[in-house]
């Protein structure tokens, strides 16, 4: 790896984003970033604790927003939601176009309005600095944006899916690349 990229959710520059994808530069996370993660994720346990109705997260998607999800199927229906995107084809994307993608997305988290919580982001950034790239099909769906596309990180990210570790293409297995936690 080549440099290293503080990702503080605020200012990653284009520079910033072709030192991780094309020179394999690792990434850190900021502290501030890391405050503004905790701060939104505290904002979505106070909507589930309080059994407000959050679209996609304590509500169904779609034409079924009336339907709760029940705090002990919200795990199922996340990886349900995660597997249900995921339905880009095509060839591959290179990796460099997989670690951009990546990196601005770890970016996007770190501003520290998605609640995702921090551990998402750890693992995000320990692919990145391990060389994980997951296999993102080329063409996702028009009017999704990029949420077919990074369904495909999603999915890596819990062990489903497919990765390339070193040119070699590999089920993907979760948190058990070097460096994850």
Known sequence: MHGRVRVTGRDLAPAGVAAVARDGAAVELDDGARARMLA?????????DAG??????????????GERVEPEDAAAFSLRTLRGRAT????????????AAMVVRLNGLCLGG?????????ALAAMLNAGVHPVIPRSGSV?????????HVGLALVGEGEAELG????????RCWPGAN
């Open 40 to 48: 939104s994720r505290a904002v979505v346990a106070c909507a589930l």
């Open 52 to 65: 407000t109705p959050v679209y996609g997260l304590t509500t169904a998607l779609g034409s079924r927003v």
């Open 88 to 99: 880009a084809v095509g060839e591959p994307l290179s990796p460099e176009l997989v670690r």
């Open 114 to 122: 998605a609640g995702v919580s921090i551990p998402v982001a750890d």
């Open 143 to 151: 009017g999704a944006a990029d949420l077919c596309l990074l369904a």
């Open 167 to 174: 040119g070699e293409r590999l089920p993907a297995c979760g």
